[in-house]
């Protein structure tokens, strides 16, 4: 192996989140919380729809993939942030800054992609509820949930192999609390035009185009609805899509608020990926579950259960 293909760095420092000493302890605690709330909340909701026969559909077959890509999403990252916070130790070593980056790219990549099939499920049940049993098969719903899967690893495995090629010379300092794409692409000596042309080509690519099939199903959905707009066909929709549509918009509107709204590069990369592994896998258990009565049937059967056997 060529030296320029060799990195001369055997570790990173993360700098973590830009916050006082003093504050360590409250954010600790703060993080901590959150993430045992993610990881409880999602086992719940995978745990009620595996137990519930009356669950056993393809949106709820889509929901536990989702569930379980948001723990792994988390604990990707956030145990690492923790730690930081706990030893003031901010280093990490090469491998492990490689392997974190892959893995966040990978699940960031198959949430994307499950909720365009999510917005396909909710298109169907909605314009074709006739149908929606034949078009929506079991064969159909494993073939787009283990695409996704494949995509999304393929997808996090380019632009991992693109990252280790490069150099890493005397700067090692990562102004981030994560091993973020971009922000190593910066600190490498090493020529980043290939790197650079793949991620807004290959990337932007795979970011509009799930995009583009999630606002062309919920299109569709308007359009049909707005046919006929009567209260009931209305709550209806809000009733099969609300949860959905809640997630997605808190999604896409964390980016787009953060990249256009936000006053530093830096502060938008980290605010970013805070909303990604934290808030937003803890808070969609709760959004698909307090309006959703087969959810909280299931909640309820599974605690009567539980306490028919204590």
């Given at each position: 192996m060529r030296p320029e293909n060799q990195s001369s760095v055997s570790h990173f420092l993360l700098r973590g989140l830009p916050i006082r000493p003093e504050q360590q302890g409250v954010f600790f605690a703060l993080f901590l919380g959150m993430y045992l709330t993610t990881v409880l909340g999602n086992l719940l909701l995978i745990l009620l729809i595996r137990l519930d026969a009356r669950l056993h559909t393809p949106m709820y077959?889509?929901?536990?993939?989702?569930?379980?890509?948001?723990?792994c999403f988390s604990s990707v990252t956030v145990p690492k942030m923790l730690v930081n916070m706990l030893t003031q130790d901010q280093s990490i070593p090469y491998a492990g800054c490689i392997f974190q980056l892959h893995f966040f790219i990978f699940y960031a990549a198959f949430d994307n992609l499950l909720l365009a099939v999510m917005a396909y499920d909710r298109y169907v049940a909605v314009c074709h509820p006739l149908h929606y049993p034949t078009i929506m098969r079991e064969k159909l719903c494993v073939t787009l949930v283990a695409g996704s899967w494949l995509v999304a690893f393929v997808h996090a495995?380019?632009?991992?192999?693109?990252?280790?090629?490069?150099?890493?010379?005397?700067?090692?300092?990562?102004?981030?609390?994560?091993?973020?794409?971009?922000?190593?692409?910066?600190?490498?000596?090493?020529?980043?035009?290939?790197?650079?042309?793949v991620l807004f080509t290959e990337g932007g690519i795979f970011l509009t185009l799930p995009l583009g099939g999630v606002l062309?199903?919920?299109?569709?959905?308007?359009?049909?609805?707005?046919?006929?707009?009567?209260?009931?066909?209305?709550?209806?929709?809000?009733?099969?899509?609300?949860s959905h549509l809640?997630?997605?918009?808190?999604y896409y509107g964390t980016l787009a608020s953060v990249y256009f709204f936000s006053s530093s590069w830096d502060s938008k990369d980290i605010i970013a990926s805070v909303m990604y592994t934290t808030v937003?896998?803890?808070?969609?258990?709760f959004i698909y579950s307090l309006r959703?009565?087969?959810?909280?049937?299931?909640?309820?059967?599974?605690?009567?259960?539980?306490?028919?056997?204590?």
């Open positions: 077959f889509f929901l536990s993939h989702l569930a379980f890509s948001d723990i495995l380019l632009h991992t192999l693109l990252l280790v090629r490069l150099s890493f010379c005397t700067d090692n300092t990562i102004n981030h609390f994560l091993c973020e794409l971009t922000v190593l692409l910066k600190l490498s000596c090493s020529d980043i035009s290939l790197n650079e042309l062309g199903s919920y299109i569709c959905i308007g359009t049909i609805i707005l046919r006929v707009p009567t209260m009931k066909r209305l709550l209806k929709a809000f009733s099969t899509c609300g809640f997630v997605v918009s808190l937003t896998p803890m808070l969609n258990p959703n009565r087969d959810i909280k049937q299931a909640l309820h059967v599974f605690v009567n259960r539980a306490n028919f056997f204590k």
